[in-house]
Each structure stands twice: as structure tokens, then as C-alpha cells.
């Protein structure tokens, strides 16, 4: 019982990657037209992304809209050597906040 319990497990342990090797990935360029993008948030329910640019610049891209025009209000960014938007991280949105500019 015991070996047959081991190799059951060692089976299991040996099909296990060739099944994630059968996954396959899918790349689909979605925006080939931006300059030093930096930073991106995934909206959720698939409402979009959210992007920064190395200069400062925050855009929204949606797949039915496509890249909507800067969004106003960001603060402004001094870009030099890597530095921009870099210490920003990663874009966040705030629900509480929502339609508060």
C-alpha cells in the first residue's frame, strides 16, 4: 500500500510539468505608439490599463476605445537619466476617491 501510494505520487510529480509545458501563451501587441511606457495597473473587470509614461504622462487604454489622451491633473515629472515616473511604482486608483479629480 505504501509503494503504491509513492508512486502514484511520483507519477503525479513527474506528469505534472509536461502539463504546464502544453499551456500555450498568446502575445497580442495592444499600443505601439508609446514613448518610454513605465508603469502599468490592470483595472479591474477588465475596465482597461492604466499607464504611465517616463515623462510624466498618465494614459487610460481600453480594447474597445484604444488609448484615450493624457489625463489631466497628474503632477509634474522631471525625467532625467532613469528617474520620471519611476518612483511612482505602479498607477494606483482609489474607489473612495472616485470623481475627486
Known amino acids: 500500500m505504501r ?4 508512486l502514484m ?12 509545458l502544453a499551456a500555450r501563451e498568446r502575445v497580442e501587441v495592444l499600443q505601439n505608439q508609446l514613448e518610454h511606457p513605465w508603469a502599468l495597473a490592470f483595472l479591474p473587470d477588465d475596465r482597461g490599463i492604466l499607464m504611465t509614461l517616463r515623462g510624466g504622462e498618465l494614459r487610460l487604454w481600453q480594447r474597445d476605445k484604444g488609448l484615450a489622451p493624457a489625463i489631466s ?11 520620471g515616473c519611476l518612483t511612482w511604482r505602479w498607477p494606483r486608483i482609489s474607489p473612495s476617491r472616485a470623481g475627486s479629480g
Open 3 to 6: 509503494q503504491t501510494i509513492t
Open 73 to 83: 491633473g497628474v503632477p509634474q515629472v522631471w525625467a532625467n537619466g532613469q528617474g
Open 9 to 20: 505520487i511520483a507519477l503525479t510529480a513527474l506528469l505534472l510539468p509536461a502539463a504546464a
